[in-house]
């Protein structure tokens, strides 16, 4: 924790040497969020680098009052919705909500890699992905997801409904697979 | 990996928790040539931040210096009265040391003179002649002499240099507007501030009586004036390289004359009169006859204006040695510009025309370190296009704050004189400094 303290302090410095040492902490980490909304690995590393970039140029705001690590998941993220706005402006048109019902009991044990799950991710439409990525794995609600990408409360409910019959789809194929497999 | 039962939130959630992708190696390559870039662009930056700091001094204090100038010489008008008289009772003193008893008639006439120096500026019926006129009308030079007894002229013309010190303090106050410090992400941005512009303004002229007037032996000396000017200015940015301004900006032009007569002729006293029947000034100049309100001064006679000469006493005498004639307008500017560098955007290239709106038309008389206004330019027009080119820098401050500087030449397309004979084009160069504000 003193070390990351300590590279913090020396990145608001300007010192190159700390912040390729920040980069190496978190590039890993960095790049699978990016992973995760881009819709291939040239925009991932585009967005890494951006992200990276808006890192080091605004440490100087970062006061020690929270998470490091989040508030550079914070910059990537928004470098990436960034991305969505320039290049897949589609993306972000507001639509008309329809509401889903969802099935809250459906449960799962089967056992999935963190590739097969980020491969099932990566399937989905990048407007399901980015909500589902918003709420699920960034804990957004749907309010601050509504306000971060620019859409209704009303369409990123909408959108997240349907990814997740998207990917329970996903699962339930992969799950029959590895049973037939396994037969 | 997971093995217990969960939802398709947790599914994911738990199964990509702390999950990490190693990136590739030339994604770090890239980041830190681009931070090598941004050092270099930061020092860059400090350079040129400290250099439009430098700029603000300089400009302050020749704007500042310039203000106080133009204040000091109406305000001490009075004081020279009382330091002339001291100074010509000095003089008189000398005088009997250096003048033998055959000039007394001139030490007599130096006292009239100082004495009715003056001629209220209420004696609307006082007028200018040339030094031929006088010179034709010799039988009225002791005439001229007599001046105006029975008036407080000291009085009068305190007042005169309290409303003259009144009409000549302009303020030029930056301005500055209220904004949001909330950033945006529009793509059109507007900015608005105050300008400065210290400035020297000359002409290219054609026609007049200048030409005329070197036939009979008069060297008309003309030259430009400096001035300050400023005001009010709004900047339109698109997302491109191009932006667009307009405002309401205050400037002045104008020059000097100084007509310096032949030998034969006499000293200096080519302005003044009170006994002509004209209240115009046949100035030999290139800008248009001056129409005279108040005298400044009745004159003296051709051969003791010589003898003021020879014996040096005349330096500090109230009469004009020359003619100062602004124009002041009100400029609505319409500026296009152009960023030369898209990596470097400080740095832009502007042109455009301006709309002047007179607003002002005065001839001063100026002596040695003073000036009193006298009347005005005739034939003036009351607007005129004027078109300017300019390299701006234009330095961020603060997120909402930048520092602009620009060397401006402007070129008046037509001549300010409605009078065919008068060809006269003023042009000006002026630095343009300021301090303007993003507000959207």
């Known amino acids: 924790m003193n070390e990351l303290i300590d590279i913090v302090k020396a990145c608001q410095k300007g010192k190159v040497s700390a912040q390729k040492r920040m980069y190496e902490m978190f590039s890993g980490k960095m790049f699978a969020v990016c992973m995760r909304y881009c819709k291939d690995r040239t925009e991932a590393e585009d967005a890494l680098q951006e992200g990276f970039i808006k890192v080091f140029a605004n440490i100087d705001r970062f006061r020690f009052n929270g998470s490091f690590e989040g508030w550079v998941r914070r910059i990537m993220i928004n470098t990436v919705i960034e991305v969505y706005r320039k290049k897949q402006p589609e993306l972000l048109v507001d639509e008309f909500p329809l509401l889903t019902e969802e099935c809250e009991d459906d449960t799962y044990d089967v056992v999935f890699s963190e590739q097969e799950l980020m491969g099932m991710i990566q399937e989905l439409p990048p407007k399901y992905k980015m909500v589902f990525n918003l709420y699920v794995l960034e804990g957004f609600s749907h309010a601050e997801i509504a306000e971060t990408a620019g859409i209704s409360v009303g369409t990123s409910k909408s959108n997240l409904a349907r990814a997740r019959q998207w990917l329970k789809k996903s699962v339930e194929r992969r799950m029959l697979e590895k049973k037939q497999a396994v037969c | ?440």
Not at chain 2, 36 to 51: H, P
Not at chain 2, 123 to 145: A, P, W
Not at chain 2, 321 to 329: A, D, H, N, R, S
């Open chain 2, 1 to 440: 990996m997971l093995k217990d039962r969960k939802d398709i939130d947790a599914v994911f959630k738990e199964g990509l928790e702390g999950y990490s992708i190693p990136a590739p190696a030339y994604v770090w390559d890239s980041i830190e040539a681009s931070l090598i870039q941004k050092n270099r662009m930061s020092r860059s930056l400090i350079f040129w931040r400290a250099t439009a700091a430098a700029c603000i001094a300089v400009l302050m204090i020749v704007s500042i210096g310039i203000l106080y100038r133009s204040s000091e010489q109406m305000v001490s008008e009075p004081l020279k009265m009382s330091s002339l008289e001291s100074r010509v009772e000095t003089e008189k003193g000398q005088n009997k040391n250096i003048i033998s008893n055959e000039y007394s008639p001139i030490e007599n006439e130096i006292s009239e003179l100082v004495e009715n120096i003056m001629v209220p500026i209420n004696e609307s019926k006082s007028i200018y002649k040339t030094n031929d006129d006088l010179r034709v009308d010799g039988g009225n030079l002791q005439e001229l002499m007599i001046g105006k007894n029975n008036v407080n002229f000291v009085k009068d013309y305190e007042i005169s240099v309290k409303l003259h010190s009144n009409k000549a303090k302009v303020y030029y106050p930056l301005y500055a507007s209220n904004f949001k410090t909330k950033k945006t992400q529009q793509a059109t941005s507007i900015s608005i501030g105050g300008l400065l512009s210290p400035a020297y303004s000359s002409k290219t002229s054609s026609g007049s009586n200048v030409e005329s007037a070197s036939a009979y032996g008069v060297q008309v000396n003309e030259s430009g004036i400096n001035s300050l000017g400023g005001g009010l200015q709004v900047r339109i940015k698109r997302g491109s390289r191009w932006s667009f301004e307009t405002g309401v900006l205050y400037a002045q032009v104008g020059q000097e004359v100084y007509n310096s007569m032949p030998e034969y002729m006499a000293e200096k006293h080519v302005f003044a009169s009170s006994l002509s029947t004209s209240n115009q000034m046949y100035l030999s100049n290139s800008m248009g006859n001056i129409v005279v309100n108040n005298a400044v001064r009745s004159d003296f006679s051709y051969d003791n204006a010589n003898q003021l000469a020879e014996n040096n006493i005349n330096a500090n005498m109230p009469y004009p040695e020359g003619v100062k004639q602004t124009l002041e307008y009100i400029e609505i500017p319409l500026i296009a510009r152009y960023s030369l560098f898209k990596e470097f955007p400080y740095l832009s290239l502007a042109g455009g025309i301006s709309s002047n709106f007179l607003v002002g038309n005065n001839a001063y008389a100026i002596n040695d370190d003073s000036q009193q206004e006298i009347g005005k330019t005739e034939n003036i027009k009351p607007f005129v296009i004027s078109s300017s080119v300019g390299l701006g820098i234009d330095v961020p401050i603060g997120k909402v704050l930048n520092f602009s500087l620009e060397p401006r030449f402007k070129y008046f397309l037509n001549s300010v004189s409605s009078d065919s004979d008068y060809g006269f084009q003023p042009y000006s160069f002026g630095i343009y400094g300021g301090i303007t504000f993003v507000v959207k």
